[in-house]
């Protein structure tokens, strides 16, 4: 109940960022928390898309894919240079520092989710082609550019 209560909070949280606001009129605070909201449902979404890929309902993952798609196109405005520290951000410089790569980074995974829902059609192994579509680019991610938590 307590999970759920705060994935609904989130999701109040990022459709208030996502239509009242936008980044660049958002102050420090409300951008590094819709950040961190924004990966915290993708993190949520991947964890059920493998709970259902699991189960092989296919179907019911694929809006889940493209709402982490569509997540990680939004994050690109939500790391200006005014938002490097404070709020328990879990960002590191590098990001800010190798701006080109981090934005390449989340085009990327963007654009696997997309593919993801199209491989799963045909993929004879689901874990294999998710872990290459999907949890690879959040380690990579993780791995450069992120605190470790």
């Known amino acids: 109940m307590i999970q759920k209560i705060k994935i609904i909070k989130t999701l109040i949280f990022i459709f208030s960022i996502s239509f009242s606001f936008s980044a660049n009129a958002m102050t420090?605070?409300?951008?590094?928390?819709?950040?961190?909201?924004?990966?915290?449902?993708?993190?949520?979404?991947?964890k059920k898309i493998s709970i259902l890929?699991?189960?092989?309902?296919i179907e019911e993952a694929k809006p889940l894919m493209k709402k982490i798609s569509d997540n990680y196109i939004k994050l690109l405005?939500?790391?200006?240079?005014?938002?490097?520290?404070?709020?328990k951000t879990g960002a590191l410089p590098s990001i800010w520092e190798n701006k080109d790569e981090f934005n390449a980074l989340m085009k990327k995974a963007?654009?696997?989710?997309?593919?993801?829902?199209?491989?799963?059609?045909?993929?004879?192994?689901?874990?294999?082609?998710?872990k290459e579509l999907m949890w690879s680019n959040c380690t990579a991610?993780?791995?450069?550019?992120?605190?470790?938590?």
């Open 110 to 130: 963007s654009d696997d989710m997309i593919k993801l829902a199209k491989a799963i059609e045909t993929a004879e192994d689901l874990r294999a082609v998710q």
């Open 28 to 46: 420090v605070e409300e951008i590094i928390k819709g950040r961190k909201a924004m990966f915290s449902e993708n993190y949520q979404n991947a």
């Open 77 to 87: 405005d939500y790391f200006p240079e005014n938002a490097k520290e404070g709020f």
């Open 53 to 57: 890929l699991k189960s092989k309902r």
């Open 141 to 149: 991610c993780h791995s450069r550019f992120r605190a470790p938590h």
